[in-house]
């Protein structure tokens, strides 16, 4: 694997900070807890983690609001803590990226602080102002993320701010060359102390039309993501001046290092409006997330579909990027496959066989279900601000199972952890590490065998005849992808070779002569010969 294409060839795995291991009995996961676990992600094969936010911030959002862009939160730890973590993990081969949240800070951020201060103030312009609109409400159709306009009054100074997301979370002013000339220095302070990389929090967000046009309504042909809102965030967000900002930190990245890289949280749901966040495939991200996918059901038809129109459009040079669960969308075992642990082992075996660089949620390895919690109390906000269950994310943010011991191997037995576990007994790290037919086993093989086959690396992708319900694909000449999606068994024909991993470890070895039977839920990876 070279150097420079580390992040292509390999893993990476995201870890909620609070919740992955606690280093001092007090409930909360910190960077010391995560620096103590590193020997299993050593194992499992990951080549970087991406830390959801480690940033000072009130915790509204959970670190998506953030006070300092240039420390960490006491609850996790210092930046000393974060330096040790850095090096510890790049001993093992593994490089550390961090979350950024350029479109918004907390309202108890310095800039902000002083912006509410008055019109004349220094930081005023570091944020989205407006005067009301004709009617004395406010100045345009904008709506938050999170329920309710995206304008919050502000009486003292007689104007409107931009809040997208929560009133404490005013929307940046990205117009504003000081703006940009800070969030540089940013990266710059975090590359300084050996970071790999930035997961760039809701990076197609952040420049807003200049006009403050009014959206446009959803229409029946909008995807359904789209059509939980009354309008489509066409001004509001996805402005074609973000790629200017895109290519400056590119520019800033590949200064320090070429091996840097910058993964975009890019939640657009159709390809062609996410295509251009590549840039000519080397100029602005080096991966962009496709939630087109995320969103998918997962059904062979649409995945396929989706997949064929990756491969088609991605411009020269760039590089896909898959992922089935993260702290937003929730867990792939529970949104994707139903909590059927059969399906969640065919889904890590499309992720990790699929071109381009797979994405672990902390979990996923164990074939972890969400945690049910009541939305009506739930720590995390957005639920409870709009009154739909199914926007509760407390459930995907529940703490790593490490043993089914009292405290769960995250905390002391005596401590009460931030957010409750789910069934310890039925889905630990300690049990599946002892058990060869576990879906944690499952996953560190795959891991292993990517590290030992540049097919499944770097091979290019090849889509393979299949009956209703399944997807095939080849990778490169040497090795093919089956699965069954569908509720019935089926047979796929046009496959001669040996099963190098499946599923159903018991099938690992066995002779495909011409044809391949699978179960439902079932799926193998077979060396073609």
């Known amino acids: 694997m070279s150097s420079q294409g580390w992040w292509r060839e390999g893993v990476l795995y995201q870890i909620y900070p609070r919740s992955f291991a606690d280093s001092d009995g007090d409930g909360v996961g910190d960077l010391r807890g995560i620096a103590e676990r590193l020997d299993h992600l050593d194992r499992l094969g990951v080549d970087g983690i991406w830390l959801n936010p480690t940033m000072p911030s009130p915790n509204d959002d959970w670190g998506y609001d953030v006070a300092d862009y240039c420390d960490v939160h006491p609850d996790l730890g210092t930046l000393e803590d ?3 973590l850095v090096a510890a993990a790049g001993e093992r081969g593994i490089r550390v990226l ?3 949240v350029p479109n918004h800070t907390s309202s108890e951020h310095a800039w902000f602080v002083d912006a509410v201060s008055g019109r004349d103030a220094e930081f005023r312009d570091y944020y989205v102002w407006a005067d009301p609109g004709p009617d004395g409400g406010p100045p345009n159709n904008w709506e938050s993320n999170f329920g309710g306009s995206a304008w919050q009054w502000h009486e003292p100074t007689g104007q409107y701010y931009l809040n997208n997301f929560l009133p404490t979370q005013p929307d940046l002013n990205w117009w504003n060359e000081d703006v940009r000339e800070a969030f540089d220095d940013v990266l710059r302070f975090w590359f300084d102390r050996g970071v790999a990389g930035f997961r760039i929090d809701v990076c197609h967000a952040i420049v807003k039309d200049s006009e403050l046009r009014d959206d446009p309504a959803v229409t029946p042909e909008d995807h359904p993501e789209v059509r939980r809102r009354t309008v489509k965030q066409v001004f509001s967000m996805n402005r074609p001046e973000v790629h200017d900002v895109l290519r400056r930190w590119r520019a800033v990245a ?5 091996r840097a890289i910058l993964v975009g949280e890019t939640y657009v749901l159709n390809l062609d409006t996410l295509m251009p966040y590549y840039g000519n495939g080397e100029d602005e991200l ?5 939630f087109l996918f995320v969103h998918a059901d997962f059904d062979a038809d649409e995945m396929r579909t989706i997949v064929a129109g990756v491969e088609e459009k991605l411009p020269r040079g760039a590089w896909p990027v898959y992922t089935g669960s993260n702290h937003d ?12 642990p059969r399906r969640a082992r065919a889904a890590l075996l499309m992720l990790l066989t699929l071109r381009g660089t797979p994405v672990l949620y902390y979990g996923d390895e164990l074939g972890l279900p969400e945690v049910p919690t009541d939305w009506r109390t739930a720590l995390d906000p957005v639920a409870r601000r709009t009154g739909d269950p199914s926007r509760n994310r407390d459930p995907c943010r529940t703490p790593m199972p490490w043993s089914a011991e009292p405290g769960g191997g995250f905390t002391t037995a005596e401590a009460t952890p931030w957010l409750p576990f789910g069934d310890l007994a039925a889905h630990n790290v300690a ?4 058990d060869p037919a576990s879906t944690l086993l499952l996953t560190r093989d795959l891991i292993a065998l990517r590290r030992r086959e540049p097919a499944l690396r770097t091979g290019a992708y090849a889509e393979l005849d299949a009956p ?10 040497e090795l093919a992808t089956a699965l069954n999606l569908s509720d019935a068994a089926v047979e796929l024909g046009g496959i001669t070779g040996t099963v ?8 690992d070895g066995e002779a495909v002569p011409g044809s391949l039977a699978l179960g439902p839920g079932e799926g193998a990876l077979v060396r073609l010969g």
Not at 329 to 340: F, I, K, V
Not at 468 to 477: F, I, L, S, T, V
Not at 500 to 507: A, L, V
Request: glycine share 14%.
């Open 254 to 258: 590949d200064g320090y290092d070429p």
């Open 98 to 100: 961090l979350d950024l």
């Open 431 to 434: 049990d599946q590490a002892a």
């Open 329 to 340: 969308a929730g867990r792939l075992t529970t949104r994707w496959c139903g909590d059927d």
């Open 82 to 84: 974060l330096d040790a």
């Open 500 to 507: 190098e991993i499946g599923t159903d470890r018991g099938r």
């Open 468 to 477: 209703a319900g399944a997807w095939a694909w080849r990778r490169g000449d």
């Open 286 to 290: 080096n991966l962009a997330f496709n």
